[in-house]
């Protein structure tokens, strides 16, 4: 038997894009999904980055838990992206700072670049 979801869009509401995603992603979300891969494959020192969100409250004690527990860099980094899709802008600007600090600053022309 063969079924298939159908969607049901209300007048006003953005349907979601292929991948079932809402198209209403906020600035940042986009430009983490533009380079995730090169993010992926690039983050080092995940642990600082990830300490520089918690020390300035943008990730909770069970994200940091979460985070720390994953056991490879490549699933640390994927979540911590994850979980920055989500959050304000505030934390997507302490992210910046903290690839700049931890001498990442060519992932952060990356994002901020379309080019």
């Known amino acids: ?9 209300q007048d006003g509401e953005n349907p979601p894009n292929a991948l079932g995603e809402a198209r ?8 983490i999904a ?4 090169t993010l992926v494959e690039s983050i080092r020192r995940v642990d600082r980055l990830v300490g520089a969100l918690y020390q300035a409250r943008h990730l909770s004690d069970e994200e940091l838990q979460h985070i720390n527990s994953l056991p490879t860099m490549f699933d640390k980094v994927n979540q911590l992206l994850d979980i920055l ?23 952060v022309d990356l994002l901020e670049n379309p080019g």
């Open 85 to 107: 899709n989500k959050k304000q802008v505030e934390a997507y600007r302490c992210f910046l700072r903290a690839l700049s600090s931890t001498t990442q600053s060519h992932l």
């Open 1 to 9: 038997m063969y079924c298939k979801n159908v969607v049901y869009i």
């Open 34 to 37: 533009r380079v995730r891969e």
């Open 24 to 31: 209403d992603q906020s600035p940042h979300a986009r430009d």
